[in-house]
């Protein structure tokens, strides 16, 4: 009844390619992207800048990493140590009088040089292998970020990010910030849309589902996984730099360590591997999970008169996150964005659904 | 630098590195059985060890006691992994079963971490703190206990795996299928290679953590574990042996040398490094099996 194709002729090719062809497709993403330009208006400062703000950048980064697991089918355990290379490669470039919107493509770049010696190590090996060889190559880059007083300024130092200038314009406050990370991620998603549609995006997937047979039918499969990685790291390098520009405002190497390249996996995982939707479902999820949870049990200790510790309230959350990476595996393995894709199909035909068996 | 100096870091390495072989038996033990790669190996050798110092406070009993409860727990605790997290997957692709253990691996590190709480303390569990000389080279009894346990637990798999029901684990790791369609009960199988494992864990942790006292890094012998297990095989026993002792020698001497030029640290360095090289030069490691892929 809202999803009604009926009416729906196509009677051109490019209609037949549109991103939306149903009409409540339109109409909601239409109403979000007005909700998200109005959203400084609506929205508690507070609830813009710990909220939407990172949930964007992440989500912008998710879809980055989903385009390397999800499409391309190639592991990739060192996510956060590329945009860690982007982020400080921006700051350092943008320290050195570079202007700024420069500075963050010089970071993606950075990051889609380096990034792509990854994927010197899936020339050779693939599947859990390169699992491993990127985990390897993560705590590389986490040494070198950490060692090397170059780049870091020193093991516990943290290097502040400078202001920002856009075009000559001083920004400052959340909501330019907030803009920022708004339009970043409106590009990396019609790039990902875009994507899905493209020879680029089809030979991808054959990659993904057999680099050999790929091979056999003039898929050069080395080559689309090249591009997969350096692609994803561009994506990665700009986001990272994005995050300490406008939510972090200062870098250190802990926030780019080996927990949050988990992390990221955690988002793709509960996400759905290979959907865009989900990308964002699951970095809302992994993002605001913890602290809901914590907030829960602390409700939970009170109410049940059972005082917890600190350090045990501390831990909860890690375990409930932890744990739902298992259920989410056991249960959906294709994540929230299948369970969103479920309930649109059931949309589709309702009221009049299939006969069930 | 002299050559004394080399000869006690090359041995002190090469001890060390046998208690490394000690977790990456665990992760060869299921990857032989079940072909799954385990990367919550770390936070189950955490966890055994906690789980020792759990029941030695709650029995008011000595370590040696509570050793033996601790196994069987941990014994039951990996059934219980193969029955609710691993018998679902089997037959998924690789990603899922990877990002599967890496959440087992978060679980069990937060949990243990929320029960006991995250303050270091000691397990002692009778090894005397004075050095062993061996002419001019001063080495740790703690290592060369554990690189004893190391070898005696090798033997032990070693034969093992000569057995019957070894050779069904081995049967279960090369086909699934083909085991079912033979008899095999592969979810038994599997749940007895966890079992297995994660009693070594056990072993491993208290080894260790009779070395570093009981804590959250003890999860990190992840990273060092799973190196040695690919630099020697993932599906080889004696390859884990020597490639522990191979990557505990090379890793003390070229960190004992690194350390003065780079000011510290470069241990992980090390580590991280022989795993990449290992795995461009050689994916199937030292003494693993090189599978040929089918289209």
Same mark, same amino acid.
């Given at each position: 009844?809202?999803? /009604?194709?009926?009416?729906?002729?196509?009677?051109?090719?490019?209609?037949? /390619?549109?991103?939306?062809?149903?009409?409540?497709?339109?109409?909601?993403?239409?109403?979000?992207?007005?909700?998200?330009?109005?959203?400084?208006?609506?929205?508690?400062?507070?609830?813009?800048?710990?909220?939407?703000?990172? *949930?964007?950048?992440?989500? =912008?980064?998710?879809?980055?990493?989903?385009?390397?697991?999800? *499409?391309?089918?190639?592991?990739?355990?060192?996510?956060?140590?590329?945009?860690?290379?982007?982020?400080?490669?921006?700051?350092?470039?943008?320290?050195?009088?570079?202007?700024?919107?420069?500075?963050?493509?010089?970071?993606?770049?950075?990051? =889609?040089?380096?990034?792509?010696?990854?994927?010197?190590?899936?020339?050779?090996?693939?599947?859990?292998?390169?699992?491993?060889?990127?985990?390897?190559?993560?705590?590389?880059?986490?040494?070198?970020?950490?060692?090397?007083?170059?780049?870091?300024?020193?093991?516990?130092?943290?290097?502040?990010?400078?202001?920002?200038?856009?075009?000559?314009?001083?920004?400052?406050?959340? +909501?330019?910030?907030?803009?920022?990370?708004?339009?970043?991620?409106?590009?990396?998603?019609?790039? !990902?849309?875009?994507?899905? /549609?493209?020879?680029?995006?089809?030979?991808?997937?054959? &990659?993904?589902?057999?680099?050999?047979?790929?091979? &056999?039918?003039?898929?050069?499969?080395?080559?689309?996984?090249?591009?997969?990685?350096?692609?994803? =790291?561009?994506?990665?390098?700009?986001?990272?730099?994005?995050?300490?520009?406008?939510?972090?405002?200062?870098?250190?190497?802990?926030?780019?360590? +080996?927990? +949050?390249?988990?992390?990221?996996?955690?988002?793709?995982?509960?996400?759905?591997?290979?959907?865009?939707?989900?990308?964002?479902?699951?970095?809302?999820?992994?993002?605001?999970?913890?602290?809901? !949870?914590?907030?829960?049990?602390?409700?939970?200790?009170?109410?049940?008169?059972?005082?917890?510790?600190?350090?045990?309230?501390?831990?909860?959350?890690?375990? &409930?996150?932890?744990?739902? +990476?298992?259920?989410?595996?056991?249960?959906?393995?294709?994540?929230?964005?299948?369970?969103?894709?479920?309930?649109?199909?059931?949309?589709? &035909?309702?009221?009049?659904?299939?006969?069930?068996? | 630098?002299?050559?004394?100096?080399?000869?006690?870091?090359?041995?002190?390495?090469?001890?060390?590195?046998?208690?490394?072989?000690?977790?990456?038996?665990?992760?060869?033990?299921?990857?032989?059985?079940?072909?799954?790669?385990?990367?919550?190996?770390?936070?189950?050798?955490?966890?055994?060890?906690?789980?020792?110092?759990?029941?030695?406070?709650?029995?008011?009993?000595?370590?040696?006691?509570?050793?033996?409860?601790?196994?069987?727990?941990?014994?039951?605790?990996?059934?219980?992994?193969?029955?609710?997290?691993?018998?679902?997957?089997?037959? $998924?692709?690789?990603?899922?079963?990877?990002?599967?253990?890496? %959440?087992? #691996?978060?679980?069990?590190?937060?949990?243990?971490?929320?029960?006991?709480?995250?303050?270091?303390?000691?397990?002692?569990?009778?090894?005397? #703190?004075?050095?062993?000389?061996?002419?001019?080279?001063?080495?740790?009894?703690?290592?060369?206990?554990?690189?004893?346990?190391?070898?005696? @637990?090798? %033997?032990?798999?070693?034969?093992?795996? $000569?057995?019957?029901?070894?050779?069904?684990?081995?049967?279960?790791?090369?086909?699934?299928?083909?085991?079912?369609?033979?008899?095999?009960?592969?979810?038994?199988?599997?749940?007895?290679?966890?079992?297995?494992?994660?009693?070594?864990?056990?072993?491993?942790?208290?080894?260790?953590?009779?070395?570093?006292?009981?804590?959250?890094?003890?999860?990190?012998?992840? @990273?060092?574990?799973?190196?040695?297990?690919?630099?020697? %095989?993932?599906?080889?026993?004696? %390859?884990?042996?020597?490639?522990?002792?191979?990557?505990?020698?090379?890793?003390?001497?070229?960190?004992?040398?690194?350390?003065?030029?780079?000011?510290?640290?470069? $241990?992980?360095?090390?580590?991280?490094?022989?795993?990449?090289?290992?795995?461009?030069?050689?994916?199937?490691? @030292?003494?693993?099996?090189?599978?040929?892929?089918?289209?």
């Amino acid at each position: 009844m809202f999803f /009604r194709q009926a009416g729906v002729y196509h009677t051109k090719y490019a209609e037949d /390619r549109t991103f939306f062809p149903i009409p409540v497709d339109r109409w909601m993403v239409s109403a979000l992207l007005l909700l998200s330009l109005i959203a400084p208006f609506v929205f508690s400062s507070l609830a813009l800048s710990t909220y939407l703000l990172p *949930w964007l950048v992440w989500t =912008s980064a998710v879809l980055g990493l989903n385009l390397v697991i999800g *499409w391309a089918g190639q592991f990739h355990f060192g996510y956060a140590a590329v945009m860690g290379i982007g982020a400080y490669t921006s700051i350092h470039a943008n320290r050195f009088g570079i202007p700024w919107e420069l500075s963050l493509l010089l970071g993606g770049c950075m990051a =889609s040089f380096i990034g792509v010696g990854f994927a010197f190590a899936a020339l050779r090996v693939k599947g859990l292998y390169l699992a491993l060889s990127t985990l390897a190559l993560q705590f590389g880059m986490d040494w070198v970020i950490s060692h090397v007083p170059a780049i870091s300024g020193g093991t516990q130092a943290t290097l502040q990010a400078p202001p920002v200038y856009l075009f000559g314009q001083l920004l400052d406050g959340e +909501i330019s910030f907030y803009y920022i990370a708004l339009a970043w991620c409106l590009i990396v998603t019609i790039f !990902m849309l875009n994507l899905k /549609r493209s020879s680029l995006g089809r030979a991808l997937i054959s &990659v993904r589902e057999k680099d050999f047979a790929a091979a &056999v039918i003039g898929v050069h499969s080395f080559y689309y996984k090249l591009i997969a990685f350096a692609t994803s =790291s561009f994506i990665g390098g700009v986001s990272g730099a994005i995050l300490i520009f406008t939510f972090y405002r200062a870098a250190t190497p802990e926030q780019f360590s +080996i927990n +949050i390249s988990i992390e990221l996996l955690a988002m793709v995982i509960v996400g759905g591997l290979g959907s865009i939707i989900g990308s964002f479902f699951g970095a809302a999820f992994i993002l605001l999970m913890p602290g809901q !949870m914590n907030n829960f049990f602390a409700w939970l200790a009170v109410t049940l008169n059972a005082p917890l510790g600190i350090e045990t309230l501390s831990h909860i959350p890690n375990a &409930v996150y932890g744990s739902m +990476i298992i259920i989410f595996l056991l249960i959906e393995p294709m994540g929230l964005g299948k369970l969103y894709n479920n309930l649109r199909d059931y949309l589709l &035909v309702w009221p009049f659904g299939y006969q069930q068996k | 630098m002299d050559i004394i100096m080399l000869g006690e870091l090359a041995i002190n390495g090469a001890l060390i590195g046998l208690m490394y072989s000690l977790v990456a038996l665990g992760i060869v033990l299921i990857y032989k059985s079940s072909s799954v790669p385990n990367l919550a190996q770390g936070a189950m050798v955490m966890l055994g060890s906690y789980v020792v110092l759990g029941y030695a406070n709650i029995f008011n009993i000595g370590i040696w006691y509570a050793i033996p409860l601790a196994l069987i727990t941990m014994f039951l605790l990996g059934i219980g992994i193969e029955r609710v997290a691993l018998r679902r997957l089997a037959g $998924r692709p690789i990603i899922m079963i990877l990002m599967m253990t890496l %959440g087992l #691996d978060i679980f069990f590190r937060s949990i243990s971490m929320s029960i006991w709480g995250g303050t270091s303390r000691p397990m002692k569990i009778g090894i005397s #703190d004075d050095p062993l000389f061996l002419g001019p080279i001063l080495l740790n009894w703690a290592y060369v206990i554990g690189a004893g346990v190391a070898l005696i @637990l090798f %033997g032990i798999f070693v034969f093992f795996f $000569r057995t019957r029901r070894g050779i069904v684990l081995r049967a279960i790791s090369d086909d699934y299928t083909a085991s079912w369609s033979v008899g095999i009960s592969v979810e038994r199988g599997v749940a007895l290679s966890w079992a297995i494992s994660a009693v070594v864990a056990t072993i491993a942790g208290v080894l260790w953590s009779s070395v570093q006292g009981v804590d959250q890094s003890l999860s990190s012998l992840l @990273l060092k574990g799973v190196t040695v297990a690919v630099l020697g %095989g993932l599906d080889s026993i004696g %390859g884990a042996v020597l490639a522990g002792i191979l990557l505990g020698i090379f890793e003390g001497v070229a960190s004992g040398y690194l350390d003065a030029i780079v000011g510290g640290g470069s $241990r992980d360095l090390v580590v991280a490094a022989t795993l990449i090289i290992t795995i461009l030069i050689r994916p199937h490691g @030292l003494f693993g099996r090189h599978d040929i892929e089918r289209i």
